[in-house]
């Protein structure tokens, strides 16, 4: 009887250790397996310093979903245009960044806002551009009601933005100014010239216009003064 209870007792101590080692190893093991895929090395291809990526180091891979990951970076990064996240495993992250190019300046109340050429406010600045062309708006703005990242929508705005763009890169010109006065006028000042739009008209419309009759008028060898598509027919002032 009392060899029975010895070896009862035994068998308790020896299943006692066993649940231990066993619930330790699992804790060390678990352990090691989380630190196994925690982020250790974040490479970014494209740009220097990434603001807010430091917030993704130590994660675990698992759960970097790539659409938060896109909306925390984007709001802090005005001047990232896209990005691709790539996990490569266990515990690396790629990321691919492309940059937001800066179209124009509008001039504000206290400096100029930086704008992409869908209008987002990629960043402020208190002195001039000289490298960027100026939008002179009817209506003075205020930089302390716009945030980094926001976009100015004003027709007016986003039609000369897009000429901008074309005048610049398409047709090989540069616009160092547009003006625009009231709501329906845009006057685009280029080194010798210059180009009027409405923004009552259809914006890929009037530039198809404006592609062929500058491609005329340098066929044809004429210098002109000024360009007006707001009407039914073009307006040409040599």
Known sequence: MLAKKSLERFLKIINFF????????????????????????????????????????????????????????????????????KKIYPSTLEIKVKKEKPIAQLIVNNGYLILNNQGKILFKKKEKDLYLPEINFYQKLFDDEYVLGETIDFKEITKGLFFIEKINQELNLRCHLLDIKGNNMLVFNLENNKIILSTDKDKEEDFYQLKEIIKSLRILGKKYQEIDLRFDKPVIRF
């Open 18 to 85: 066993l649940l231990f080692f066993l619930v330790l190893g699992f804790y060390y093991g678990l352990v090691f397996f989380t630190d196994f895929f925690r982020v250790k090395t974040i490479k970014i291809i494209g740009e220097e310093k990434i603001i807010g990526i430091e917030d993704f180091q130590n994660k675990l891979i698992f759960f970097i979903f790539e659409d938060d990951f896109k909306k925390n970076i984007y709001k802090k990064n005005p001047l990232i245009a896209s990005l691709i996240l």
